[in-house]
């Protein structure tokens, strides 16, 4: 299994162009999240899902769309890139039991907006 | 507002030397406490899963534990590859992570 994957693992964007992360998981999870990690904070929640087709706001949300076409995959879209928007990008999934909240997270996406 | 805090931010020992990482946390109702590692350039890599005051887990030279307002992560005995950041995070009604903790042991 190859667990959770992301493309592209390097991108680097000028301000007001968009671009689409792509994120992938071969485990059947029905979470999906897409976190973002900035030096000196915590990993702050953009957006997440719940299952195919459900899509929901997270913490940091603006500036940030996604969608969950497949179960296997959920993409986060910037629409016009802004400086602020650089950062490390990380998606992670697990799996729907209530008694196990472990998230699983792949090798993350380092965004860099001029 | 919930907030996590670990301590100290970045900590080095040596080889064979223990010592132990700190995550505080202020909330009610809390319902789990996860320890991470994240190497350079990779993403995090769950270790623990901690729900109950009083509660231990353990892998290798690592174990950890859990009071009503802080987790410990005790390293025993580190070796270089032990070298990480590790993160934890907090499960109230979101999850919260702290800043995480650098470590770095020489050999």
């Known amino acids: 299994n190859a667990g959770v994957t992301q493309t592209p693992k390097f991108r680097v964007l000028k301000t007001g162009q968009s671009m689409t992360l792509l994120c992938a998981q071969d485990m059947n999870h029905e979470y999906m999240y897409w976190y973002r990690q900035d030096p000196g904070m915590g990993l702050r929640l953009i957006h997440y899902s719940v299952g195919e087709g459900t899509t929901a706001k997270g913490e940091v949300p603006d500036g940030y769309n996604v969608s969950r076409l497949k179960k296997q995959n959920f993409l986060l879209g910037l629409e016009s890139a802004a400086p602020s928007q650089t950062s490390v990008y990380f998606c992670a999934s697990r799996p729907t039991s209530a008694s196990s909240y472990e998230q699983y997270f792949g090798p993350g996406t380092r965004l860099t907006v001029t | 507002e919930d907030q996590v805090t670990q301590s100290p931010e970045a900590l080095r020992l040596q080889e064979g030397e223990s010592s132990s990482l700190n995550c505080s946390y202020t909330?009610?109702?809390?319902?789990?406490l996860f320890w991470y590692r994240q190497d350079p350039g990779k993403g995090p890599e769950f270790l623990f899963t901690?729900?109950?005051a009083g509660e231990e887990k353990e892998k290798e030279r690592l174990k950890a534990t859990l009071t009503k307002k802080e987790s410990f992560l005790h390293i025993t005995a580190p070796k270089p590859e032990d070298s990480a950041t590790y993160l934890c995070a907090v499960l109230f009604q979101k999850l919260v992570f702290g800043t995480g903790t650098r470590l770095l042991v020489s050999p």
């Open positions: 901690l729900y109950s």
């Open positions: 909330v009610s109702g809390l319902r789990g």
